[in-house]
């Protein structure tokens, strides 16, 4: 087992590789962290989660809301110390809500190779 | 005088390139908003400044401990919807605090062709 710890360059890596995969809820289960968070806007009516549990029920809760996916991309990601950045964008038909198009800004934080924190800017 | 609304890229855009030539404060005086708020992180002594007086008082006290500046960048910006986002990395002697070597992502929304707000993650 290789348990070198990643820097936050592989980290950011990895999490877009397997996004790019269809793979987002087994990047959360692989690289975040206990204690991660994570955030939307002020405006958005979807509150804080906290903790790695939380945070994988709301990932797991937002997969279930969509019916249908037109397209979707995971941009790559630039790098800046404990944390990266990437765009993502996301065209699909969500439970309730019909076709949605949304291109935002997501940034992550890095500690000891797993994600601490997640935060959407749209 | 041209009055069309700058797109969020063209704001990215223009903010990078005063940066790069020096030209910070220039920068915030003609992009930044009249509401425009500026966060540091939650570790940060520097509390948040709300109004573009008060971000622009804060850029300023920045650039007046500037003692030596001997390296530093504005990367090129991702930019999705309503905001972006680039790396800004800095290696100056700073007052009272000595030699600092700085990386972060600075993210920042836009809004009519103004910025909003700007976040920084370090």
Same sequence: chains 1, 2.
Avoid at 41 to 55: L, M, Q, R, W
Avoid at 68 to 92: H, M, Q, T, W
Wanted: with cysteine; glycine share 8%.
């Amino acid at each position: 087992m290789n348990t070198k710890t990643m820097s936050t360059q592989e980290v950011a890596n990895r999490l877009v590789e397997l996004c790019r995969k269809g793979q987002v809820l087994e990047s959360q289960q692989e690289l975040f962290a206990e204690n991660v968070t994570s955030h939307e806007p002020a405006h958005s009516p979807t509150p804080a989660a906290i903790g790695k549990e939380a945070v994988l029920a709301k990932g797991k809760h937002f997969a279930s809301l969509i019916e249908k996916r037109y397209s979707g991309s995971f941009e790559d990601p630039i790098v800046a110390g404990n944390y990266f950045s990437f765009v993502c964008k996301l065209d699909a038909d969500l439970k309730g809500m019909g076709r949605v198009v949304w291109d935002e800004i997501c940034v992550f934080g890095v500690k000891d190779g797993k994600i601490t924190s997640e935060q959407f800017f749209y």
